[in-house]
């Protein structure tokens, strides 16, 4: 028998608190799903829940719905409150080395997780020598979880989304999902917010050549921040001074 | 970085695409009615998740701005419309009054409407607080993300600013311009003179108005010194204090006595701290301890001080709990106790002046006496025993007044280090003012009268205290070489009249002054002592070189010698010392039997030390006679032959002799005595007037009868002489230690100045012979230093004591240096 770390018994109580509810004493919905929590465990982390917590009616019921959130997302970051940690892995993000030619022509499927285990199943599998990737990216996945991090206000959520985003950046960046994701960064959280906007426009000044793209061209014209982004670090990499 | 923050300033135009105009009032709408809803305390049914949604949706979608001005407005209208009015409402024409003058309402009203007004207002800003807490919970989205991109304070500080300015800054009246604010201010500082004046209130109530003001800012700058509290509250707190306490003091000082100012004033000093800690705040702690220490202790502690009541009579009367407290009081105002130090000094020195002049009085009346037309010696002697109990008075009176100020010290002043120095140099004002030189001289006069009366019959740990009194005072002693003089003379007495009762005290006494005043003040004093040691063994050793010799004649006159060491001994004081010179140098002629033995010692003590001259000092000496008296008729009618034994001094021996080569019936005159003994005069005239005029020892018959002793008195045997004793004493005039007349201390100090001078010249030429070079200014400087545990000498006479040795070429002056220098001549 190996002997378990002190972290590892914590972390795998936790994740057992998740699964089964037991202690619950808070109790969140959206969309379909009901997430039995604890408030020891969630309100500490994000000022949201610790103020809804103590506010009118979600005070008096003990339960937080969440009307507006997708579900996925909140699923999500539910199992990151227990787990540091959310699927896809980090380390389930392999790194590619940058193929030559894009080809938009792909598609578009967006991977869903529907359960809390089989992940090696839904480990992406690159074409080793293929010009273009296959299969989910989950660029908006990343993207999403980013936003209600802001929303709510879980800073280690935030980090930890930032990171699988760039991840994929640099693996994923010819994928058809790219377009799509660029659109949520772009709307899911206020303009100052510069964590995943700057991977974008440094993704793109690297590959100039995503701009042929229909889709990308929709996003530069309808994102004048986006394109303004772009011609800046254009304008700096080129030896101008931006003060 | 891009795009940072800064490079935000100019936005790209916006496109109204998406209707977000409709939305957001809407939404607006929706948020709005939720805060009526929770500012009428009524929040139980609202949804945080759909409020805050909707919150974050504007701020997404960048209205930021305007959704913080509308809440801005919402509290605003609020404020202004709900609550204000309820406030000004609290507000009776009494307050409103009172604040500027006093109205026609009773105090008892007035005090019922402030704590109202003081209620109504702390509930509008706790529930203000509690709102504005749910409010800013709702919109905490907008908070970090609009507040903090653009610099503008939380919406909670922001509703707090607009609690001051719409509430506290309203005008409740038109026709005057106190705000609400400064009411409260008034009313505040209305309880505080109530509860100073014995009231009780309510401390919470005005704590949680404090709590308020302590919470909100004067400016926009949010620091500890722009409180509502300081800039507001505080700076008239601490001025009306200032008028209570400055009313309070004249009125205490004028109507209470100095201890029971300082009872209160302490007490008003812990009802301020305790009032900060318990109903303001309790960074105003120092700040009114500063305001109530000047005004009930800075300002007044000459006054209180000066007080009828004040530190005279409780020194005077021993209070010493009240003095414990003034001392207190300056302590708390200045650490130096300036006030308390110059009162205590003076009143020490005022003291030691009385006792002073008690000893001055005492023996001014002693002295008309001695100065009367009759010269005759004892009523002097009276008289100077009157003196020397004045002295010990003197003494006595000293000690008590340190035991009295020593007391206080340590008792009232907690042992206080710079008043103890402060004491010390009184004590030693007075001791050694100009206007009383007799200390030296009554402090070893005390010491005198222990050693020769006072000690006997005491234990040892009675002596020590005895000892260690002479000590305390001796330590004040300025002029330590005057004392050592005196002492050395009246030493000197004791041990050649064997009047010590103790050789052991007066070891005991030397070693003291060894310890007191170092090894060079009592060197001349453990050589008396060793002189006296010799003596005896030489006594001794005579007596066996006699016995030896063979000749044991009946008649044998025995001979106890002291040989003393003239420049230890203070000889010139001892005997006749109004004869000076003129005495010393006439040679007492002794009868052919005493010579011999005189020859007889001079061969001896020859034999042992070669060299050394003997000089007689026959004024000194005593002789035990023993006499025959002719048989004269008894009580009983026989006829008995009278032997009795008489204890005379040499002289006295030295006349008696003559007589007993005289036919019963002849006389001798005065002049012929004095021609064939050589005695001084004065010597001789006190000698006869013990042998003749005292009526219990009239051994010779003087004739005339009279006191006075003239040249042509004649004087014969008195064969009828009766004595009670048979041993009888013939007291020798002026054998004891007295106070000097003012004559003979006129000479003492002559003689002392002397003295100084050699060890002045001795210092100088010590130092120059170190420094080779030096200025005048330093010179003198450093001879005053190096002087200072023996005495102090007057600038003057060193300056001649340079002179003297530049004359004789010790010293030159340097020519053209800036300043007067000189320089040591090896």
């Known amino acids: 028998m190996e002997l378990s770390e002190p972290r590892t018994e914590l972390m795998s109580s936790l994740k057992e608190l998740l699964v089964s509810g037991s202690f619950s004493d808070l109790t969140i919905l959206c969309g379909p799903n009901e997430h039995k929590v604890h408030k ?196 700096i990499n080129d030896g101008g001074l931006w003060s | 970085m891009l795009a940072g923050r800064g490079g935000r300033k100019i936005r790209p135009p916006r496109r109204g695409l998406h209707g977000d105009e409709i939305d957001f009032e809407n939404t607006w709408g929706i948020i709005a009615s939720a805060f009526r809803e929770i500012h009428t305390k009524n929040a139980s049914k609202l949804s945080y998740e759909e409020l805050y949604r909707h919150a974050y949706r504007i701020v997404l979608k960048k209205k930021g701005e305007d959704l913080y001005r509308r809440v801005r407005n919402f509290e605003h209208d609020w404020l202004s419309n709900e609550v204000r009015g309820t406030i000004h409402a609290l507000l009776t024409p009494g307050l409103l009054a009172n604040s500027q003058s ?45 507040c903090a991109d653009h610099r503008r304070p939380s919406i909670y500080s922001a509703a707090m600013v607009l609690f001051r300015d719409d509430i506290l800054r309203s005008d409740p009246s038109d026709h005057s311009d106190m705000d609400v604010l400064s009411i409260l201010n008034h009313v505040i500082l209305e309880q505080i003179r109530m509860e100073r004046d014995g009231d009780v209130i309510d401390k919470h109530l005005i704590k949680d108005c404090i709590y308020m003001l302590e919470g909100l800012y004067d400016s926009e700058i949010e620091a500890e010194e722009q409180r509502l509290y300081v800039t507001s509250f505080e700076e008239d707190f601490l001025a009306s204090s200032r008028e209570f306490y400055m009313a309070e003091s004249e009125l205490m000082l004028r109507e209470s006595d100095a201890g029971a100012y300082c009872r209160h004033a302490r007490r008003r000093i812990f009802e301020e701290q305790d009032r900060c800690r318990s109903t303001l705040s309790e960074t105003t702690t120092l700040k009114i301890e500063k305001v109530v220490e000047d005004e009930l202790i800075k300002n007044r502690i000459h006054e209180l001080i000066e007080m009828e009541s004040g530190v005279r009579y409780m020194i005077d009367n021993d209070l010493l709990e009240e003095l414990s407290l ?274 007889g010692f001079e061969k001896f003590y020859g034999e042992k030390h070669s060299g050394r001259t ?29 032997r009795h034994e008489l204890n005379v001094s040499t002289y006295g021996m030295v006349i008696l002799l003559l007589f007993n080569d005289l036919p019963a019936d002849e006389f001798i005159t005065f002049e012929e005595i004095q021609a064939r003994t050589n005695i001084p005069e004065s010597d001789l005239v006190r000698n006869l007037q013990s042998l003749a005029v005292a009526s219990k020892t009239r051994i010779l018959i003087k004739d005339p009868m009279s006191k006075d002793i003239k040249p042509s008195d004649r004087f014969s045997f008195n064969e009828g002489f009766q004595g009670k004793f048979h041993r009888i004493k013939v007291g020798v005039v002026t054998s004891g230690n007295k106070v000097e007349s003012d004559r003979e201390r006129k000479e003492t100090e002559r003689k002392n100045d002397g003295s100084r001078g050699f060890c002045i010249e001795a210092a100088i030429v010590r130092i120059m012979k170190q420094r080779k070079e030096l200025s005048h200014q330093q010179l003198v400087a450093e001879t005053l230093n190096q002087l200072a545990p023996q005495f102090k000498p007057e600038v003057n006479m060193i300056k001649k004591r340079i002179e003297s040795l530049i004359e004789r070429e010790y010293l030159e002056r340097i020519e053209n240096a800036p300043i007067d220098s000189y320089r040591y001549l090896a």
């Open chain 2, 102 to 146: 006093i109205g026609g309402t009773t105090a008892n009203e007035r005090r019922f409407a402030g704590e109202r007004f003081m209620k109504g207002l702390k509930q509008a800003w706790q529930d203000h607080q509690v709102c504005m807490s749910m409010l800013a919970d709702v919109l905490m989205y907008m908070d970090r993300v609009y």
């Open chain 2, 326 to 599: 003034i001392y207190e009081l300056n302590a708390r105002v200045d650490n130096k106790k300036a006030e308390l130090t110059r009162a205590i000094q003076k009143r020490v020195v005022e003291m030691g002046t009385d006792v002073n002049s008690a000893a001055i009085v005492a023996s001014q009346a002693a002295q008309p006496l001695s100065e009367g037309p009759d010269k005759g010696k004892a009523p002097v002697e009276k008289n100077l025993n009157q003196q020397t109990i004045a002295a010990i008075k003197w003494v006595e009176d000293v000690l008590q007044l340190k035991d009295k100020f020593d007391k206080i010290w340590k008792v009232s002043f907690d042992s206080d280090q710079p008043l103890q120095t402060a004491l010390t140099r009184s004590f030693a004002d007075f001791i050694n003012a100009s206007s009383f030189p007799r200390s030296s001289e009554y402090i070893s006069l005390f010491i005198d009268e222990n050693m020769k009366k006072g000690i006997k019959g005491k234990t040892e740990n009675e002596i020590d205290l005895v000892l260690e009194k002479a000590i305390i005072l001796l330590r004040y002693v300025q002029d330590k070489d005057l004392f050592e003089r005196y002492y050395k003379k009246h030493l000197c007495r004791r041990l050649l009249m064997n009047k010590s009762i103790s050789n052991d005290v007066e070891k005991q006494m030397i070693s003291r002054m060894k310890i007191e005043l170092g090894n060079n003040f009592t060197m001349k004093l453990e050589a008396m002592f060793k002189d006296m040691t010799i003596s005896e063994e030489l006594t001794a050793g005579y007596k066996t070189h006699i016995a030896q010799l063979g000749d044991p004649d009946p008649k044998r006159i025995e001979l106890a010698i002291n040989v003393l060491t003239s420049m230890t001994w203070p000889l010139e004081t001892m005997g006749s010392s109004g004869d000076n010179e003129e005495g010393k140098m006439l040679k007492c002629v002794f009868p052919s039997a005493i010579e011999r033995i005189k020859k």
């Open chain 1, 40 to 235: 020891a465990v969630i309100c500490p982390r994000s000022e949201f829940f610790n103020a809804a917590c103590r506010f009118g009616k979600e005070a008096e019921t003990g339960i937080i719905t969440l009307s507006d959130d997708d579900p996925e997302t909140v699923r999500l970051m539910i199992e990151y409150f227990y787990t540091l940690e959310y699927s896809p892995l980090c380390s389930d993000i392999v790194v590619q080395t940058p193929v030559n030619v894009p080809n938009p022509a792909d598609s578009d499927s967006e991977f869903i997780p529907d359960d809390w285990g089989r992940r090696k199943d839904r480990r992406p599998k690159p074409h080793p020598k293929s010009t273009k990737p296959t299969g989910p990216s989950h660029f908006t996945t990343f993207a999403k979880l980013y936003a209600i991090a802001d929303k709510y206000n879980i800073k280690g959520l935030q980090t930890l989304s930032q990171r699988k985003f760039k991840l994929t950046a640099e693996s994923y960046w010819n994928h058809d999902d790219l377009p799509s994701a660029i659109h949520t960064v772009y709307t899911s959280t206020p303009d100052t917010n510069m964590g995943l906007r700057n991977i974008v426009v440094n993704l793109i000044a690297d590959r100039m050549s995503l701009l042929r793209k229909p889709e990308m061209e929709a996003l530069m014209r309808e994102f004048n921040g986006l394109a303004f982004d772009l011609l800046k670090l254009k304008y």
């Open chain 2, 614 to 642: 003997l000089t007689w000092l026959a004024a000194m000496g005593s002789a035990d006679i023993k006499a025959v008296f002719p048989k004269v008729p008894q009580k009983d009618g026989t006829l008995k032959e009278r």
